[in-house]
């Protein structure tokens, strides 16, 4: 979904959205249904609990933990091959490092600044491919999927509100930079 802006090697070389601290297990993504029953077939020893109305999360506990660290991998990844979903991967695996959040009953989109290759992107690139490819079936997905939309994290950057006016705000944006 994001091959505009980020190539499969770049991902596949990182995989940091696939890692984990027992500090931020909440981030881990959530299982639809379709995603929660293809994972006990593919983990069948795996644990889940409940997210919201119908998702569902790993049940992560200490013996998960990789050794002599506080962190643990995704258990769907397979560090050869990648998700064991592959293209049927949860939706905010799709999305990453964009995030849905909701602030004051808004929808908005968040960057993680943990992808380091798409927080080098220019800004106007992400907002111009939010706008044209992404915000619509983020936004629709969030709204149909409540499950993924997370706290607002003050950390990471909103990008772009639900409704918002995006040519206004990217005319702005570039009367911005030509002064800079």
């Not at 602030?103 to 106007?124: D, T």
Request: glycine share 2%; with cysteine.
């Amino acid at each position: 979904m994001l091959t505009k802006l980020l190539s499969r090697a770049s991902c596949a070389d990182c995989k940091e959205c696939c890692v984990f601290s027992c500090y931020d297990i909440w981030e881990q993504p959530a299982l639809s249904p379709e995603n929660y029953q293809k994972a006990r077939q593919l983990l069948p020893d795996a644990e889940f609990i409940p997210k919201g109305k119908q998702s569902f999360l790993f049940r992560i506990q200490e013996k998960d933990m990789l050794k002599n660290s506080d962190l643990f991998l995704c258990p769907l990844l397979d560090t050869e091959k990648g998700c064991l979903l592959g293209t049927e991967k949860p939706f905010e695996c799709q999305i990453y490092p964009f995030q849905v959040t909701e602030l004051n009953h808004r929808l908005a989109i968040m960057l993680s600044p943990l992808c380091e290759v798409m927080i080098q992107q220019p800004i106007g690139i992400l907002l111009e491919v939010l706008k044209t490819e992404l915000a619509e079936k983020i936004f629709s997905f969030a709204e149909q999927h409540p499950d993924v939309i997370r706290p607002y994290d003050d950390r990471n950057p909103v990008l772009l509100w639900k409704n918002q006016n995006l040519e206004n705000y990217l005319e702005e944006l570039n009367h911005v930079e030509s002064k800079l």
